[in-house]
């Protein structure tokens, strides 16, 4: 693998200007216009050499790629040898300041003759001697200049047999030199011509120009505008129906995805910089993260020039400084949008920045109010703006009225960076927005909790840092876990770098910090208290049956080791009431299985009931963004248990609020690796069943150093993530355990989860679950998980039913199992067994908390549905949303299956309705829609959608469709 020793992030500034690029560079990025480039070189050759020439005019909006395809176009003519003979092309510079008559025109056609000439090398006497006659030109008056320089090169043509090409880039501003300057009325007339008389002659500039390359068959015009000529009312007249126009519309996603390979290909990937390695990283980026190209869609709305700016951040990857390539790429696309902005009249000007204030979809009336200009001017402009693709119009949700936005986000991104109120969420505006678009919740998350644990461990924050910092937690929820942590580190952090440096917080960290507001909490742990607090008050008012045993469970929830505060404040509220079964339940948080093994493991018996017992009192916070505050609590309780409490902080506040374990056991697995006894407990923490042939593989991992490696990646695989930490590492592991012990059920089971709903590779994963059926009968899992492989995957329900009902006597009392044999009988029309079955859930769900995989709100959600309880679906919905809202990938993962699998039991309509009608709607948008929309077959219910929610709904639409 070729890398570049010098990675550098920007170090291709020529990328994003066609006119510094090599021959070869050119071939290699140029992919996308390759249609537009063959119907040129066709009007190129189909054109006869007693004709004259169609010109033609290429029409977009800036960066669309239109000086890209000139250069393209002249490489191609001169690499065509029957073209080459017959045609030169000539290239000029994208504005030519200088023209502002025809003889300037000329002259400059002229000049490009001779540097092609050089280029092409020509005699040196022949361009020695163009130059003199083109040098005596400058000596005659202006009119005698433009017939001359205009004789000369259609000499030149007819001696040499040849064509010219004339590829003028930026038409429009060139037309409109020529028109200002020939407008212009005489300064000093002389007497007896009259300056009206002077301006009629002058006025006929733009006229001869037509009359020439109308006449003339030894030059072609091909040139760019953004906008059409006919559009402007100074020149209109005299170009009105001449030029055949080609519009280069905005790249697609196939279009995107092949201009970042190509780019790839020709200026490396992640510092490899062998072509066919770096077109393999960009596609293994793209297939992994399709998401992010949609992204990427989103952001530059579909425009070449940003996309090439923008595949800087893929080529840089996850160790890329996003922050600080962000700004230097928003800094290199200063002076384009900077001219964008002043191109434009004072009105539209202030109009556009409005609409890029606001980011969101604006309305005309909102902009009117905000601008102070009258709604009808504000109207007319906007269809302007429009029409020069800057910006879009966009239904505006809720309302029947169209709203609009900046088309290019990065352009908007850009805005915000620079003109932001001072106020610390306006400041950071355009760092947030762009993450939100960049990354997925659970990426946000990660990453979060990934740079607090950078800003504990760092003795240096600089501005820079601080204001990523700041705006990553902003992307997430106020109250969020992920949040606070963050908040905490990096405001603790930079209050320990100001008083180093002996200077205010402020001082150091302009405008980025509120000590006297919001950021005061991240000083103590009273935040944390208070949570803890309504925590306690919410689980007290929970009504209870008389035979159960309310007190008693209150202290075992909030004394409850597995799990944070956010998840018992759940609990609390989605627990409608408190039964005698719920209450003797062997532990409030089933789901928490694997957490609870690992902290009983950890923990001995008596630091565990010790530290149980102060969390539920409150003296205990582990839930406290204030990481030394928590790890002084837990040193002051368990002085002689150290290992316990780095486990325990870990696991308190490094996995709560929804974040995995799996990379926690992995890791400890490193940590432990030398120590058997750990290790053996870090098995038998983390696998369910069959205790003693876990022990065993512990006993052999400890023996081996490899094995133990392997055995690591397998507790990993065992926690099921969203998504695996590494699926691949996870199967090798599996494969080891099996290899050490094949009569062991449970890394069959393991490996058939991860064969399914990871890897995809159903056949391999039937298999694995039959295996672990056939060492283990008793175990009602595999059947369950071959059930739902049949159902959702290959489609053979008859054998999908046989095994739920395997599944069913072995675990009567478990609703999931109940529930997806309910959703099979309802796919095939079997209505009277299918309301059996989700009646029959429902009451199992009943006796279990809401929590969980027993209690998920998405079995609750599809059951009350089916059975039409609006009341109850719509708790279960608000509930399943909130989490997923909330950025848990699990839930958000849920709610998108349960979107697919109520479609095709014929209740999509039912769902949307539901979603249409929750307090979060709005978020819920993409979903509803993309229901509505395949229930009427028809993609017209997107139309009222906004860019960022139509993206997720066509996606959603699609799986519906694919998965009838």
Known sequence: MAVDPHPRPMRAA????????????????????????????????????????????????????????????????????????????????????????????????????????????????????????????TQVGR?????????????????????????????DLLLEGIRRASSAPARKAKPGRGSAAARNKDDTALWQLRKVL?????????????????????????????????????????????????????????????????????????????????????????????????????????????????????DLMTPLYKSRMEQLAEQPRKILAHVMEAWDPVSARDLAQASGIAVTTVSAQLVRLEHEGLVQKVPLAGVARSGFQVTERFFNIWFLMRHAARRLRQRLTWLIEFMRLWYRGEELQEIALHRASWHQRRAVLSPEQAEFSRALARTMPAGQLARERLDYAVCRQARDRAEALQQRIGDVYPDLFDLQGDDRAYLSGDACHKRFVQVQQALAAIPADDDADRDRWVRRVLGSLDASLAEKLALARSTPRLTRALAQR??????RDLRRRLIAAAFAAEARETVSALLSSGDLLPDCADLDFFRKQLAGTLPAHSAAADLALTLFVGCSGGTCAASLVAELAQQWAGQPDRARLLALAAIDTDLAAARRLADAACAQEAVATALSHLVAGLTWSYPPVDAERAEAAYRQAIALDENFAAPWFGLGHLLHNHLKRYDEAEAAYRQAIALDATNAWPWYNLGILYLDRLQRCAEAEAAFLVAQKLAPEEPVIWTNHARLLAGLGRKEEADAGFRRAVELLGTYPPEGEAGDPQLRLQAHLWLNNRDLAQTALQDLAARAEGGDAASFSRLRAQVSECHRMGIGQRLADLMQASPLADFLAPFALALSAAGAGSMEALDGASAEIRVLASEVLRELESKG
């Open 586 to 591: 062997p532990w409030p948080f089933p789901h």
């Open 14 to 137: 020529v990328k994003y200007n066609p006119h510094l690029w090599s021959d070869d560079e050119l071939r290699d990025v140029f992919v996308v216009r390759q249609t537009r480039l063959n119907d040129l070189l066709d009007r190129v050759r189909s054109t006869p050499a007693e004709i004259v020439p169609q010109a033609t005019l290429l029409v977009g909006a800036r960066g669309m790629g239109k000086t890209t395809l000139l250069r393209r176009l002249a490489l191609a003519v001169r690499e065509d040898p029957a073209l080459a003979s017959r045609w030169l092309p000539l290239t000029f510079p994208e504005e030519q300041y200088t023209v502002s008559s025809l003889a300037e025109l000329w002259r400059n056609v002229l000049d490009a003759l001779i540097d092609a000439l050089e280029q092409s090398g020509a005699s040196k006497s022949e361009v020695a001697e163009l130059d003199r006659r083109a040098h005596e030109l």
């Open 143 to 171: 009119e005698e200049q433009a017939a001359s320089a205009l004789s000369l090169i259609t000499t030149w043509c007819d001696t040499h047999q040849k064509r010219l090409l004339l590829l003028i880039d930026s038409t």
């Open 214 to 330: 109308l006449q003339t068959r030894c030059l072609m015009w091909i040139g760019a505008t953004y906008q059409s000529l006919e559009s402007h009312y100074a020149y209109a007249d005299a170009f009105h129906d001449f030029f055949d126009l080609i519009e280069l519309s905005p790249l697609s996603l196939n279009d995107m995805q092949e201009a970042l390979v190509a780019l790839a290909r020709r200026f490396g990937m992640r510092g490899i910089t062998d072509p066919a390695e770096a077109e393999a990283a960009m596609r293994g980026e793209l297939s992994a993260r399709p998401e992010r190209l949609r992204a990427l869609r989103t952001l530059t709305g579909g425009n070449p020039r940003t996309t090439a700016i923008l595949y800087e951040l893929f080529a840089a990857g996850a160790d890329g400084d996003l922050h600080g390539d962000l700004r230097a790429l928003l």
